[in-house]
T-cell receptor, first 115, second 115 residues
């Protein structure tokens, strides 16, 4: 069974600073995908970034980067130059690459960006 | 493209009542999912479907039934609602596995309150 752990219930960051949101995972699968989603107060789930288990390079999407350390089973999200609009819940998720291809989510981290 | 839509957006039920949540997608996706999100938690998989006419149980299926008679629609039924089913319900869809960072596309969610 897959498991995602996010140990930071809440985080504060000053505007324009960088912040790292932690995510560790557990799986016996060799092939899997790791995702980060943002959930603003309006409630929708917004896809941010993806990392495949066989990808050697860390994924980047604009101000988002994923610090993937396979041996440590961690997939931390780094947000550079935080903006007030980044205030939201952030979820790390893992997708199995066979069968149902469903997502397993962590419990989330609430990020608050302060001016 | 409307993407993934959910009906209704909000509903209040009394214990023992029944209802059906409708999910529709216009992206011709094979895979569809129902998740629930409880306060302070990530999304958990209720049921899923890998194609028209097929459904299967996820992690928390008790008290729910699903049907996928048409490829574009995935229905979630509550036969006898209980207060423990108070939650936000998300539908998601994705293409047949194409590998890589194919994300699931989420609907806006249905907020259900069972009194």
């Amino acid at each position: 069974a897959q498991k995602i752990t996010q140990t930071q219930p809440g985080m504060f960051v000053q505007e324009k600073e960088a912040v790292t949101l932690d995510c560790t995972y557990d799986t016996s699968d060799q092939s899997y995908g790791l995702f980060w989603y943002k959930q603003p107060s309006s409630g929708e789930m917004i896809f941010l970034i993806y990392q495949g288990s066989y990808d050697e390079q860390n994924a980047t999407e604009g101000r988002y980067s994923l610090n993937f350390q396979k041996a440590r089973k961690s997939a931390n999200l780094v947000i550079s130059a935080s903006q007030l609009g980044d205030s939201a819940m952030y979820f790390c998720a893992m997708r199995e690459d066979t069968g149902r291809r469903a997502l397993t989510f962590g419990s989330g981290t609430r990020l608050q960006v302060q001016p | 493209n409307a993407g993934v839509t959910q009906t209704p957006k909000f509903r209040v039920l009394k214990t023992g009542q029944s209802m059906t949540l409708l999910c529709a997608q216009d992206m011709n996706h094979e895979y569809m999912y129902w998740y629930r999100q409880d306060p302070g938690m990530g999304l958990r998989l209720i049921h899923y479907s890998v194609g028209e006419g097929t459904t299967a149980k996820g992690e928390v299926p008790d008290g729910y039934n699903v049907s996928r008679l048409k490829k574009q629609n995935f229905l979630l039924g509550l036969e006898s609602a209980a207060p423990s089913q108070t939650s936000v319900y998300f539908c998601a869809s994705s293409r047949r596995p194409a590998g890589g960072g194919e994300t699931q596309y989420f609907g806006p969610g249905t907020r259900l309150l069972v009194l």
